[in-house]
C-alpha cells in the first residue's frame, strides 16, 4: 500500500520563497492610496475661511512660463501625501504673480504692474515672494492667520522635500 503524501516538498519549498519575496518587496514599496483632489482657494474667500476654521494659509507663486512651476504642479502638488496635508492643514492658495486681475487682500488692493511690452508682475506676488535676491518662481510661502509670513522658499520642492519642509516627516 502506497503512503499517502499530503504535502509536497517541492510545492511547500516553492510558496515560502514566493511569499518572502512579496514580503520584502511589499516592505520596500510605497502604497499609494487614491485622495480627493487638491482644494483650491482666493485670497478674496480668506477672511471669511478663516473666520470658520483657523489654518495656516500656503501660497503656491507661479508663472505660466516657468518650467519648475510646471514641474512642480504635475509632481509635487499631485502627491497623495502631500494633497493630504494641504487639503486637512491649510488653505491652499495658487497665485499666477503675472495675473492682470486686481486682487483685495488684507484690506489693501494690490494691482498688476506692466513693465513693458506686455511683461509685469502683480504687486502682491513682489509683496509676498520677494526675497534678497529678488523674485524667483517658483516661491512657497506660508502665512498664519494673521497673514504674517511664517516662511518663505524659492526654489522647486520635490513631494518629499515639501513634506520635509513642512514638517510632516521623510
Not at 80 to 97: D, G, S
Not at 100 to 107: A, G, I, K, R
Not at 127 to 156: H, K, Q, W
Amino acid at each position: 500500500m502506497r503512503k499517502r503524501q499530503y504535502f509536497n516538498p517541492s510545492f511547500i519549498g516553492m510558496m515560502l520563497v514566493l511569499l518572502l519575496s512579496i514580503s520584502c518587496h511589499s516592505s520596500t514599496k510605497k502604497i499609494v492610496v487614491p485622495t480627493a483632489d487638491l482644494q483650491q482657494y482666493q485670497f478674496a474667500h480668506l477672511d471669511s475661511l478663516l473666520a470658520q476654521e483657523e489654518r495656516a494659509v500656503l501660497v503656491f507663486l507661479h508663472t505660466n512660463w516657468c518650467k519648475y512651476c510646471k514641474n512642480m504642479e504635475q509632481t509635487t502638488f499631485q502627491d497623495p501625501e502631500v494633497i493630504a496635508l494641504l487639503n486637512e492643514q491649510y488653505y491652499f492658495i495658487p497665485f499666477n504673480a503675472e495675473q492682470q486681475e486686481s486682487v483685495q487682500f488684507n484690506d489693501h488692493l494690490f494691482q498688476y504692474q506692466a513693465s513693458g511690452s506686455g511683461s509685469g508682475t502683480h504687486e502682491l506676488a513682489i509683496a509676498l515672494g520677494s526675497m534678497e535676491n529678488g523674485l524667483i518662481y517658483p516661491t512657497t510661502i506660508v502665512l498664519n492667520s494673521d497673514y504674517e509670513i511664517n516662511f518663505r522658499y524659492n526654489s522647486f520642492l520635490s513631494a518629499n522635500d515639501f513634506l520635509k519642509v513642512l514638517g510632516a516627516g521623510h
